[in-house]
């Protein structure tokens, strides 16, 4: 149980292009779902929060003009990466919670290799 | 400011034998603390978790340990196989909070045959 998918797994595209990343939980609805980036041998560092059917939550340092996050619904969030430039090149990685419980772990997609030209 | 930290970038162990891979945390009011296992190109493997009322947690081959009063926590794999080879994040959140995941730099494991 308790699967999470990410789609697509790997994007090479040029700069200037806006892509769609996609986060699903296949077996379990997520109130709350997470996005995070990992850069060559660092940590997953968080990104932002996303809420079903409210705003997402940043974290410092994070445009949110730049990764516009839509949560619409309990089983769907979506990560679009804005006028992608080749600094924005990372590993994006997607995670969810069981909906209203608490010390329950999170659970991960297997992440979107973004490489921008 | 790194509140939790994973301080071994990489361990090597021979199959069969103890791996110990050690985490420690900052943030006193963190009560909840996982193990994520992860491969290349992949997103992390939730492995184990602990919660603060308790001192340790047992799944199979893998035991958490967690020393509240030196704010440390262990992951014992025994025995060891090679398809344990992975990086190893260690990871702490707490009741009440954001429910925002904190993650150590991890560990590289390389068990050898």
């Known amino acids: 149980g308790a699967v999470v998918s990410q789609h697509p797994s790997r994007v090479i595209c040029k700069s200037g292009t806006s892509v769609k990343i996609e986060c699903r939980s296949l077996?379990?609805?997520?109130?709350?779902m997470f996005w995070y980036r990992q850069f060559p041998k660092q940590s997953l560092m968080l990104m932002a929060t996303?809420?079903?059917?409210?705003?997402?939550?940043?974290e410092q340092g994070v445009e949110k003009d730049k990764f516009l996050i839509n949560h619409a619904s309990l089983t769907l969030s979506t990560l679009t990466v804005t006028s992608a430039h080749p600094e924005d090149s990372s590993f994006y990685i997607c995670?969810?919670?069981?909906?209203?419980?608490?010390?329950?772990?999170?659970?991960f997609g297997d992440g979107t290799r973004l490489s921008i030209l | 400011d790194q509140q939790v930290k994973q301080n071994s970038p990489s361990l090597s162990v021979q199959e069969g034998r103890i791996s110990i891979l050690n985490c420690d945390y900052t943030?006193?009011?963190?009560?909840?603390f996982l193990w994520y296992k992860k491969y290349p190109a992949e997103g992390p493997t939730f492995l184990i978790s602990?919660?603060?009322?308790?001192d340790k947690n047992e799944d199979g081959r893998f035991t958490v340990f967690l020393n509240k009063s030196a704010k440390h926590l262990s992951l014992h794999i025994v025995p060891s196989q090679p398809g344990d080879s992975a990086v190893y994040f260690c990871?702490?959140?707490?009741?009440?909070?954001?429910?925002?995941?904190?993650f150590g730099k991890g560990t590289k494991l390389t068990v050898n045959p």
């Open positions: 995670s969810a919670k069981v909906g209203g419980s608490s010390n329950q772990p999170q659970h």
């Open positions: 077996d379990f609805q997520a109130t709350t």
């Open positions: 996303s809420n079903e059917g409210s705003k997402a939550t940043y």
């Open positions: 943030n006193s009011m963190f009560d909840y």
């Open positions: 602990i919660s603060s009322i308790k």
């Open positions: 990871a702490a959140d707490y009741q009440g909070g954001s429910e925002k995941l904190v």
